[in-house]
């Protein structure tokens, strides 16, 4: 089989003859004399788009031959016209030719190897066995970019294997066979079977977007071309809105939201004073009451629990606390001190739709059930 995209990755359009179709389980498994369809692997995902009147779902390797999975039937010994879904092919070339040039650098750098690379849908992953911080990813990013304003050209050659012997190049398991040899000059040259732009300008720019520990060494996340700036044109719509909301400049919204931070955590500690000053005078006015029940206004499930157990402190018997509405539900905390409630919440969950338990002596859950319905059950 001819493989034309090894030949000219820019390589849209092509004919070829049809020399097997059988069905198989995704579609129907068609076998041409030549492709310009570049089946998965090497980390690179497989191209779609048209053989004739139906579409290419998906194409991988069988051996010597290239397997188009088609949405329908060709028949054998036809000739068809094939179409790259180019948009997605020159997006996979962009990504690709710039994880060879992060690699490339980072090994000339760190002397580090890459041990895994994945193409998702979202964000491009390389996985180095050296650590590295933020500020070197900065470093290593600018870098980057800076080699793609030299727009220098991309080289893809076949070495002899005396001539293969003498080359420096990065693979990750030994090659046997013809090899490819893909050079960027200057930042990398590496035996690779994928489909790359044809200059270093064509990426257009390179984001790495995080840096965190993996196994012995870290994950990169990168973006690439138009992946790039797509998510760059979000982050900066968000950023421009966040802008708006502070009444904050663009490069100064992490000031604003700090700030918001510390005004939040204020009043959050002023709320909770007030809490447990309410929560104080509740208890103090059920001092000697024996079983209590209480129902509060919009509180959390740690301020219903900080409610009960104040309470409990004073009522001499059993507190039941509750919150919410008839049209949400409610939220409860009980407590019994020295008591067992294991029996009794589960009736209450059961008779009440409710969910929720906990220590002997004290359980939490929630209830779907209206508020006269529970002082029902208590009441019983």
């Given at each position: 089989m001819e493989k034309l995209y090894e030949q000219d990755a820019y390589l849209r359009a092509f004919d070829a003859q049809v020399l097997s179709?059988?069905?198989?389980?995704?579609?129907?498994?068609?076998?041409l004399d030549r492709t310009a369809f570049y089946p998965e692997g090497g980390g690179q995902p497989y191209d779609t788009g048209t053989l004739?009147?139906?579409?290419?779902?998906?194409?991988?390797?069988?051996?010597?031959?290239?397997?188009?999975?088609?949405?329908?039937?060709?028949e054998p010994g036809s000739r068809v016209s094939g179409q790259i879904n180019w948009d997605r092919r020159f997006d996979l070339m962009q990504n690709h030719s710039g994880e060879h040039i992060v690699s490339g650098i980072a090994n000339a750098w760190w002397g580090c190897d890459n041990v895994g690379f994945h193409m998702g849908s979202d964000f491009i992953t390389i996985d180095l066995n050296t650590m590295i911080d933020e500020e070197q990813l900065r470093q290593l990013e600018e870098a980057v970019n800076r080699y793609l304003w030299q727009d220098k050209p991309v080289l893809v050659t076949y070495p002899t294997p005396e001539e293969l012997e003498r080359l420096d190049y990065r693979s990750k398991k030994a090659l046997t066979g013809q090899v490819r040899i893909i050079t960027f000059p200057g930042a990398d040259v590496c035996a690779c079977c994928g489909t790359h732009v044809s200059s270093a300008g064509q990426i257009g720019l390179v984001k790495l977007v995080s840096v965190q520990k993996f196994r012995d060494g870290v994950r990169i996340e990168l973006l690439c071309g138009g992946r790039a700036l797509d998510y760059l044109s979000r982050v900066d719509i968000q950023n421009k809105a966040v802008s708006n909301l502070l009444s904050a400049k663009a490069g100064e919204t992490a000031q604003g939201v700090q700030r918001l931070l510390e005004e939040n955590a204020a009043l959050k500690?002023?709320?909770?004073?007030?809490?447990?000053?309410?929560f104080a005078a509740l208890a103090h006015g059920c001092a000697g009451a024996g079983d209590v029940v209480l129902f509060e206004d919009d509180l959390s499930p740690d301020a219903l629990r900080r409610l009960c157990d104040t309470v409990l402190g004073e009522c001499q018997g059993r507190c039941a606390c509750f919150s919410g509405s008839d049209e949400t539900g409610y939220k409860?905390?009980?407590?019994?001190?020295?008591?067992d409630l294991r029996t009794w919440v589960k009736?209450?969950?059961?008779?009440?739709?409710?969910?929720?338990?906990?220590?002997?002596?004290?359980?939490?859950?929630s209830l779907r059930a209206p508020r006269a319905d529970i002082e029902t059950f208590l009441e019983m």
């Open positions: 179709c059988v069905q198989g389980k995704g579609g129907w498994d068609v076998i004739g009147n139906v579409k290419v779902l998906q194409v991988h390797t069988r051996g010597e031959d290239v397997v188009h999975t088609c949405d329908g039937p060709l500690s002023r709320i909770l004073t007030m809490e447990e000053q309410h409860y905390a009980v407590g019994q001190r020295g008591g009736t209450l969950n059961q008779t009440l739709n409710g969910r929720g338990g906990g220590k002997p002596d004290f359980v939490q859950g």
